[in-house]
Structure formats: structure tokens, C-alpha cells
């Protein structure tokens, strides 16, 4: 009986140990943009998915409203809503993650202002960001 119990104990964690090993060796998928999302030009696109927890509701609203002005690049000047992928409103408190994609040197200066003000504890209390993988184009069904 004691073996039995020892090889059922055995296999279960055998089962779950390749569980795990197959869940980790699964590459994440990546992001796929429409081609307005995504800047083709010579100096590369960036991607990056960023998390904030803000010290309060006003300091969220005014840093996410739509019309800010994110910088300049090119011949023009841009805006929050050119470079905002996707949102995730989906936390508690006042902790939101969006993604944005646009021209590297833009986005790598937007997330550095971001960084310098939640070093300065301005308007987070947490933060952080990485890149995101993207391909760009035409949904394919």
C-alpha cells in the first residue's frame, strides 16, 4: 500500500512539475497595431506598457487626458491620443496600465518625464514600465 501511495504522490508531482515547465516555455505573443500605432520611419519604433499608481484621482485624470501634449517629433507636435494603444482601467484605487507605441525617441522622452516625476513623487506613488513586443498591420481573420 505504501508504494502505491508513494508512486501516486510521485506521478502527480511529475504531472505538475511538466505543467509548469510547458507554461514558462510558451513565448508571449506579440502585440499587433494598426499601422497608425506603429512608426515605420528610420529611428524605430517603441512599445512600452506602463504602470502607474497615482496619489490621487485629479493627478490621474490630468496626466491621461487625451489632449495632452506628449512632444514634439517630425514636423509636428503630439498628443497623448496619437501614441495610446490600449488602456486598463481594470484596479483598485487609482492604479491604471497603458500601452503606447510610437517613434523611439518620443516615447523614450514621455517615459522619462513619467520616471522623473515618480522620482520626484509628484503625481505616483508607484511606477513602472517595459517593452512591448509589436508587429504592425492588417488584422488577418
Known amino acids: 500500500m505504501k508504494i502505491f501511495i508513494t508512486l501516486s504522490i510521485g506521478f502527480a508531482l511529475l504531472i505538475q512539475g511538466c505543467a509548469v515547465t510547458s507554461s514558462k ?30 496619489n490621487s484621482l485629479e493627478e490621474m485624470t490630468s496626466t491621461l487626458k487625451l489632449d495632452n501634449t506628449i512632444g514634439a517629433f517630425g514636423h509636428r507636435t503630439w498628443i497623448f491620443a496619437d501614441i495610446l494603444v490600449l488602456m486598463d482601467c481594470n484596479a483598485n484605487g487609482h492604479v491604471i496600465s497603458w500601452v503606447v507605441s510610437g517613434p523611439k525617441p518620443l516615447i523614450s522622452a514621455y517615459v522619462q518625464n513619467l520616471e522623473n516625476l515618480y522620482k520626484q513623487d509628484k503625481i505616483f506613488y508607484d511606477f513602472g514600465y517595459f517593452e512591448v513586443k509589436v508587429t504592425a498591420g492588417c488584422w488577418e481573420p
Open 25 to 54: 516555455a510558451s513565448k508571449p505573443v506579440p502585440l499587433h497595431l494598426a499601422y497608425q500605432r506603429y512608426w515605420p520611419g528610420p529611428d524605430e519604433n517603441l512599445a512600452l506598457d506602463i504602470t502607474g499608481k497615482f
